[in-house]
């Protein structure tokens, strides 16, 4: 099963580009890597999902090296809405079955103006 | 909004108790997924359902238990409450049973006294 470990927290300021990486050094072959960002008393929210290379949508991108054992999450200029924490989830077999899915241990993020 | 719906917001028991908690998942998603989140333990996946077959078990006590309904609803069941069973717990849905967005409810806060 993959462990995933991410930065405790991190500080940054209104405008800044972010960037939060999260290892998985024992990923399966067909684990995909996912993103969710979660405020106070409210469920996680997807953000953005990968699998090798990089993603990206309207809110984020996600870079993850050949070795697929680490992937950074990239938040261009940062507001102070973006203070959340920020967990990498890693699992999911694709093709059907499902294997355990193993969250980050989460990032906080402090945005500050 | 995410389109799921948990039922309580909020439990509060004593130990030994049992407690059932209900999740609906979003119009058309097949698949639930139930997630215990705590302060030392962070996000923990507890079980999967697709389309009311079990798929995936994480971290699920043998006190715990889940059942996914034709209706495609599910519930989590505690039994003999612990006080380390006081967390969030979470459930998300999604479409199908791979690699889709999961999308998470607003939670179940639980306290066992």
């Known amino acids: 099963l993959a462990k995933t470990t991410q930065p405790i927290s991190m500080d940054s300021y209104e405008g800044q580009e972010v960037n939060i990486t999260c290892s998985h050094n024992n990923i399966a072959t067909n684990d995909y890597i996912t993103w969710y960002q979660q405020f106070p008393s409210q469920g996680p929210r997807f953000i953005i999902q990968?699998?090798?290379t990089k993603v990206t949508n309207e809110v984020a991108s996600l870079f993850i090296p050949a070795d697929r054992k680490s992937s950074t999450l990239s938040l261009p200029r940062v507001s102070l809405s973006d203070t959340a924490v920020y967990y990498c989830l890693v699992g999911l077999c694709y093709g059907g079955a499902t294997n355990k899915l193993i969250f980050g241990t989460g990032t906080l993020l402090a945005v500050q103006p | 909004d995410s389109g799921v719906t948990q039922t309580p917001k909020h439990l509060i028991t004593a130990t030994g108790q049992r407690v059932t908690l209900r999740c609906s998942p979003r119009s058309g998603d097949l698949s639930v997924y139930w997630y215990q989140q705590s302060l030392d333990q962070g996000l923990q996946f507890l079980i999967h359902y697709y389309n009311g077959e079990e798929r995936a078990k994480g971290n699920i006590l043998e006190r715990f238990s889940a059942q996914q309904f034709p209706d495609l609803h599910s519930e989590l069941n505690l039994s003999s409450l612990e006080l380390g069973d006081s967390a969030l717990y979470f459930c998300a849905s999604s479409v199908g049973q791979a690699q889709e967005t999961q999308y998470f409810g607003p939670g179940t806060r639980l306290l066992v006294l």
């Open positions: 990968g699998y090798k």
